[in-house]
Structure formats: C-alpha cells, structure tokens
C-alpha cells in the first residue's frame, strides 16, 4: 500500500510502484472520481482537438444507409453515426 502526502498547492506525488503499476509517465493524465471509499485514479489519454474531429468525419463518412427503401428520420442518422464514433473510440 502507499502512502501520498499532500503538498503545498494540494499536490500529491503517486509513488514509482503505483505510476508503473498504471503504466503512466510525466505528463500523462488522470481522472480522479470521488467512491465509497476514497477517490479512484484511472488513466485517460488525452486526444487533440484536430485529430479527434478528423476521427469523426473519417467515421461520419464511412456510415452508410444499408436499407436504403426505408426512409430514416436525423435524429436515427445522428444516432448511427454516434454509435460509429463510440466504436471507433474503443478501438
């Protein structure tokens, strides 16, 4: 188990165990959610706008219509792509 003491400005120091066991380095981010028990730190990578918003129209334009005789309404177009942009963030 380690210990963290708060420093000047509410700095906290992670401990070499910790940052390798989350395989985080310098400069990475972390979100920090307040629990039950005390506050859960997990890694998040941080993407920049420019090259989240190509991601989106890279996905938005391979979404395709494949029932085509049945007319979709934009808010089930918007629902698809959403779904799309969700998948390819996983990936």
Do not use: C, F
């Not at 310098?26 to 993407?47: N, T």
């Amino acid at each position: 188990m380690a210990l963290l003491r708060l420093r000047r400005a509410s700095q906290l120091t992670l401990p070499s165990d910790v940052r390798d066991a989350l395989k985080v380095k310098v400069g990475d981010y972390l979100e920090a959610r307040v629990v039950k028990d005390g506050v859960l730190l997990k890694p998040v990578a941080i993407v920049a706008r420019q090259r989240a918003w190509a991601g989106i129209v890279k996905a938005a334009s391979a979404v395709r219509d494949r029932a085509r005789k049945r007319k979709h309404a934009l808010r089930e177009d918007e629902r698809a792509i959403a779904r799309e942009v969700k998948k390819a963030r996983r990936a």
